[in-house]
C-alpha cells in the first residue's frame, strides 16, 4: 500500500543543486558554459584543458578578466552583469544571461577563478564553496584574462560520473563543440588538449581566419579551398544569413553530421531548418550521401528565444516559416551560384603538375572566373566524342559534358516545375503491384483501379510516360520511389537520350543551351557530375608555352 504524502516545497539548496544537474549534465556542457564566458568578455584565444582521469577541466582566456569585487561574486545564485531586469531578457545579445553556469559548476565541482582585468597590476586567485561562497583568496601575478578550473566535477553525482566514464566520447564531444563555435567565432584562436599522466596531447587547434570557409579546411583536412562555397546576404535590417557548401559534385558525407545551424553565434538545433538544408541538396548528391552545409543566421535579439532548454541549443524562433522560406530560396541560389569544378580528376592533375614548371608558370588570376557556365558566355559546341560526350569550347578552356545526365538534369527541372499528368485515351493494364506500390502511385498522383486478379488500370500518367518503349516497367519502378521528387528524378532518367546515341550539332546545342539554364547545372539529381572543366591555364603547364626555345 502506497503511503501518501503531502506536497511540500524543497529546500533551497536542493532545488539549486537539481537545476546545477540540468546546466551542466555533461563534460561538453562545462566546456559549453566556460568557453561561452569567455566569448562574451571578448576573449580571442582560449584554451581548453581536460583531465578525464581526474575529472577535471580548465579553460583559459585573454578577455576582459574581473576584479577582485566581481569574482567575490561571481559564482553566486543568478550572478550576471548581462542582464538587470525581465526586459533585458528579450534583448539579451550576449551568449550567457542566466548567471547559472559558476554557481552549477561550483555546485558540482571545486571551483576555482583565475582573474586579471587589463587596466590593474595584478591579478587574483579564489575558491569556492558548493554554494559559490569566496573561502580563499590570494593575489599573484598574472596576465590579463581568466582561468578557470573546475576538479572533481560531479563527485557528489556517482551514477553522473558512470554514464560519462567513456573518456573518449567525452573528448570528441568537446572537440566537436569546439570546431562550431570556432566555424561561429572565425575571429578566435582556438586549442583543445588533452591531459593524462603520461603527458599532453593537442587534439586541436584552429587558427584565427578571414571566414567560416578557412576554418572548415582548418578542421576537415581532406577539403580543398575550391571545394566549398561562401554565401552572406542581408535578407532583413539587421540581419544576416551566411551559407558555407560543400560544392555537390566535389564533397559530401555518409552520414548528416555537417548539416548544422548556427544562430547569433550559438550551434543551436532546429530541425525545421536543418530540414531545408537537407532537402536543397535532395537531387543533387548521389543516393544515401548528405550535404556539407552550414547556415549561420544573425538576428535581432527579440527574434530568437533562447530561454528554452538549459543548454540553449534548443530555441524559439519567431517568423519561423519566413525564414524557411527564405533559407530555402538563398540555398537554391547558392547552389545555382556554385562554381564549376575546377581542373580534371586527380589522376589528370597529376599527369599535368608532372609537366609544369611552377617557377617559370603562373596562371592569370582572370583566368579563373567562377561563373562561365551561369550566363551565355562564348559556350561553343565542338562535336561529339565517342557519342557519349559533347565537347564544348568555353572562352578559359574546354568542357566535357555527358549528354544524358545534362539532358537528366533539364527533363528533371523541367517536372519539377509541371508535373504533367495526362489522361490516357486507353488504361495502361500493369501487373504484380504490391498495395504499398499501389498506394504511392496514388500519392503521385495518378489514377489506378483494380482491374482483376493481380491486375492493376492506369488512367492517368506523367506525360513523358508516354513515349518510352516499356511504359509498365517504368511505372513499376516509379511506384518503388519513396517521394515525388524521387519519382521525378527516376522518369528524367529514364527519358533522357541514352548514352551512344548520335546527335546532330543542331541537338548538341539545343541539349548545351537548355543545361546551360538549369538551377543546378553541376550534377544530375542523382548527384552524378555533369561535366569536365579543362582549363587553359592547365593545358598551358601541360604542354609547357611559357618555355623558351633553345634556352636551358
Not at 190 to 212: D, H, M, N, V, Y
Not at 398 to 424: C, K, Y
Not at 476 to 493: W, Y
Not at 501 to 510: A, D
Request: proline share 8%.
Amino acid at each position: 500500500m502506497l503511503t501518501r504524502r503531502l506536497i511540500h516545497s524543497l529546500p533551497l539548496d536542493l532545488a539549486r543543486r537539481i537545476a546545477a544537474g540540468e546546466v551542466i549534465d555533461s563534460w561538453r556542457a562545462a566546456a559549453r558554459e566556460l568557453t561561452e564566458n569567455a566569448l562574451d568578455a571578448g576573449a580571442d584565444r582560449i584554451i581548453i584543458r581536460f583531465w578525464p582521469d581526474l575529472w577535471q577541466i580548465q579553460v583559459l582566456d585573454n578577455g576582459a578578466g574581473m576584479a577582485l569585487e566581481d569574482l567575490e561574486r561571481c559564482a553566486l545564485p543568478c550572478a550576471t552583469s548581462k542582464i538587470q531586469v525581465w526586459e533585458d531578457l528579450a534583448q539579451a545579445q550576449t551568449l550567457g544571461f542566466r548567471g547559472e553556469a559558476l554557481h552549477s559548476l561550483a555546485q558540482l565541482g571545486n571551483l576555482t577563478i583565475q582573474s586579471r582585468p587589463e587596466d590593474q597590476p595584478e591579478g587574483w586567485r579564489l575558491d569556492y564553496d558548493g554554494q559559490g561562497r569566496p573561502q580563499r583568496r590570494e593575489m599573484l601575478a598574472s596576465a590579463p584574462g581568466t582561468l578557470v578550473t573546475v576538479r572533481e566535477l560531479f563527485a557528489a553525482l556517482p551514477q553522473r560520473r558512470e554514464a560519462l566514464q567513456s573518456s573518449g566520447s567525452a573528448t570528441k564531444a568537446i572537440q566537436s563543440y569546439v570546431e562550431m563555435m570556432a566555424l561561429a567565432h572565425p575571429q578566435v584562436a582556438w586549442q583543445f588538449w588533452l591531459e593524462r599522466p603520461t603527458g599532453s596531447k593537442l587534439i586541436g587547434q584552429i587558427s584565427p581566419a578571414a571566414g567560416a570557409d578557412r576554418i572548415l579546411l582548418q578542421i576537415l583536412k581532406r577539403l580543398q579551398p575550391g571545394d566549398l562555397l561562401l554565401r552572406e546576404s542581408q535578407p532583413a535590417p539587421a540581419s544576416r544569413l551566411t551559407l558555407l557548401l560543400g560544392l555537390p559534385d566535389r564533397c559530401h558525407r555518409h552520414r548528416p553530421d555537417w548539416v548544422r545551424v548556427i544562430l547569433n553565434g550559438r550551434p543551436v538545433h532546429c530541425p525545421e531548418l536543418e530540414q531545408v538544408l537537407l532537402g536543397a541538396f535532395q537531387r543533387a548528391l548521389p543516393q544515401g550521401r548528405f550535404p556539407l552545409c552550414v547556415a549561420s543566421l544573425s538576428l535581432p535579439p527579440d527574434q530568437v528565444d533562447f530561454n528554452r532548454h538549459p543548454a540553449k541549443t534548443e530555441v524559439y524562433l519567431a517568423a519561423l516559416p519566413q525564414w524557411r522560406e527564405l533559407l530555402q530560396r538563398e540555398l537554391g541560389m547558392a547552389l545555382g551560384d556554385c562554381p564549376p569544378r575546377i581542373g580534371a580528376p586527380a589522376r589528370l592533375q597529376t599527369l599535368l603538375k608532372t609537366a609544369e614548371s611552377s617557377q617559370v608558370y603562373e596562371p592569370n588570376p582572370l583566368t579563373a572566373s567562377l561563373s562561365s557556365l551561369l550566363q551565355p558566355r562564348g559556350l561553343r559546341v565542338v562535336g561529339q566524342i565517342n557519342q557519349t560526350y559533347i565537347l564544348v569550347e568555353e572562352e578559359n578552356g574546354l568542357l566535357l559534358v555527358e549528354q544524358h545526365v545534362a539532358q537528366e538534369r533539364v527533363l528533371f527541372e523541367a517536372l519539377e516545375d509541371d508535373w504533367p499528368v495526362v489522361s490516357l485515351p486507353q488504361p495502361l493494364l500493369v501487373s504484380g503491384l504490391t498495395p504499398a506500390q499501389v498506394e504511392r502511385l496514388m500519392e503521385f498522383p495518378l489514377e489506378i483501379e483494380p482491374f482483376g486478379e493481380n491486375l492493376w488500370a492506369l488512367r492517368t500518367a506523367p506525360a513523358p510516360l508516354l513515349a518510352m518503349e516499356n511504359p509498365e516497367a517504368v511505372l513499376a519502378e516509379l511506384s518503388l520511389c519513396g517521394s515525388l521528387s524521387q519519382a521525378q528524378a527516376t522518369l528524367a532518367c529514364r527519358a533522357a537520350i541514352k548514352n551512344g546515341t548520335l546527335l546532330t550539332q543542331k541537338e548538341m546545342e539545343e541539349l548545351i543551351g537548355a543545361w546551360q539554364k538549369t538551377r543546378q547545372p553541376h550534377t544530375c539529381p542523382h548527384g552524378r557530375p555533369i561535366y569536365l572543366e579543362l582549363k587553359e591555364s592547365s593545358l598551358a603547364r601541360f604542354f609547357r608555352r611559357s618555355w623558351i626555345v633553345g634556352k636551358d
